[in-house]
């Protein structure tokens, strides 16, 4: 039998960056090109299926999230990785905040940050949105705006912003995790 841990288990206690300005720890649910929708379970800690997406779309790079980091929608910060080979649940890859997508869902701020992998030599030329192919940007658009149209929710795309509107909101999730932590302890 085992014991019931927090939530905040191991992925949880990696650090929000690598203390490199806009370079952030990414914990990878869904790999590139999947369909499942996988989370760490906020009992267990492990890696879970929550779903198989009702629609044909495929997440276009590696999705996942920032530890330390608590967002608008009361989960850890969503962000996701430009790659070209998917890597696997659970990685951790260090990244590079190049933009960041702003959406509502079911009504609340769910925004996404957008990063490449902060040591590959195939994305070291992406360091701001601009740099970023358009076409992805607007495949990542539309993906965020419809993959969940047959589960009859609705979604707006309230647009891109900046990397460095992306490094602020990470450190607006950072405090609001600290701040969330400081009244448990209360």
């Known amino acids: 039998m085992f014991a019931r841990r927090d939530y905040i288990r191991d992925y949880m206690m990696i650090p929000p960056g690598t203390g490199e300005a806009a370079v952030v720890n990414v ?17 267990t800690g492990l890696i879970k ?3 198989y997406l009702y629609s044909s779309a495929v997440y276009p790079g590696d999705y996942g999230f920032i530890p330390q ?3 608008e929608d009361g989960d850890p910060l969503d962000a996701l990785v430009m790659v070209n080979e998917a890597t696997f649940s659970g990685c951790l890859i260090e990244a590079r905040v190049v933009g960041i997508f702003r959406m509502k869902d079911k009504g609340a701020n769910d925004f996404k940050v957008l990063a490449v992998p902060h040591k590959d030599p195939l994305f070291a ?3 701001k949105l601009e740099d970023v192919p358009v076409h992805f940007a607007r495949e990542v658009e539309f993906f965020f705006t419809t993959y969940k149209q047959l589960e009859g929710v609705s979604v707006e795309a309230l647009g891109w912003a900046s990397g460095e509107e992306g490094t602020a909101e990470v450190r607006s999730s950072v405090d609001r995790f600290r701040s969330s932590l400081g009244s448990v302890r209360d």
Request: glycine share 4%; aromatic share 4%.
């Open 27 to 43: 914990i990878v649910e869904i790999p590139k090109g999947k369909r499942n929708k996988f989370e760490v379970d906020k009992v």
């Open 49 to 51: 299926l929550d779903r």
């Open 69 to 71: 980091t608590l967002a």
């Open 125 to 127: 030329h992406i360091k």
